[in-house]
């Protein structure tokens, strides 16, 4: 996935889940923040970051630009934290090939937000034996030395989407959890059951219920992203 024009500036200070202030070619600018974890330990002041620039649809707009990586001022890695761009790069890995669901025959049928119970997971498949499929993402932001965590923030709907997984599988359908890291330099994935112990009980019981969980890091530029390594989880 690549954005069409990325500028760099300095990350100033956040105002709520959606607006910050950013230091673009030395003027203080209200940004888009394309993501409404907490990112606490990336967006701090003085960070580097990078941001679309919107000046073709400005008028459409309520900011010019939108915050999409930051270089986390504790390691020095880029991380992408545009929370639309999980989806992206999976489906792009799906049509390409570079995520390969072994437990499919190829060719495969790629549909967009499908409807399951009171659910819209993220993608349907289908494959060419009739064999079918649902399938969750969810983005990676929150690091720890190495160890990749979800949520940064607690999360009822992404309970509830795992708990759906379950019934999926239950009911003949292969279901699959794809943890999307926004960054490298990753060990492994586990859940931050402290934050979200509700979360923590649904991804176990997902996993024994024989819900395909799988995590992926990816390579970040200041002006894209791809999916890349399957990284071990916990």
Excluded: W
């Excluded at 919107?54 to 001022?73: A, C, D, E, G, Q």
């Excluded at 792009?92 to 819209?120: C, F, N, W």
């Excluded at 034996?129 to 999360?155: C, H, R, S, W």
Aim: hydrophobic share 40%; glycine share 6%; net charge positive.
């Amino acid at each position: 996935m690549k954005y069409d024009k990325i500028v760099s500036g300095r990350f100033v200070k956040r105002h709520n889940r959606f607006v910050g202030t950013a230091l673009v070619d030395g003027v203080e600018e209200k940004v888009h923040i394309k993501n409404t974890g907490r990112c606490a330990e990336l967006l701090q002041e003085g960070a580097e970051i990078h941001l679309e620039d919107h000046t073709k649809s400005i008028k459409n707009r309520k900011t010019r630009y939108s915050l999409v990586t930051v270089r986390k001022p504790s390691t020095g890695v880029l991380a992408n934290i545009d929370s639309q761009a999980p989806n992206k790069v999976v489906e792009e890995a799906l049509l390409s090939g570079r995520l390969h669901l072994k437990e499919m025959i190829y060719p495969i049928t790629v549909k967009r937000e499908q409807k399951y119970m009171d659910s819209r997971f993220d993608f349907y498949i289908e494959d060419s034996t009739g064999q079918k499929a649902y399938m969750e993402v969810k983005g990676v932001t929150l690091e720890n030395d190495g160890i990749a965590m979800f949520p940064d923030a607690p999360t009822m709907r992404g309970a509830k989407h795992l708990k759906e997984l379950i019934a999926a599988k239950q009911e003949g359908f292969i279901s699959y959890a794809i943890f999307v890291i926004q960054m490298k330099g990753i060990d492994f994935f586990k859940t931050n059951a402290a934050n979200d112990p509700d979360f923590d009980a649904a991804y176990c019981a997902a996993r024994k219920a024989g819900v395909h969980i799988k995590a992926f890091d990816c390579i970040i530029t200041p002006d894209s992203i791809v999916l890349d390594n399957e990284i071990k989880t916990l």
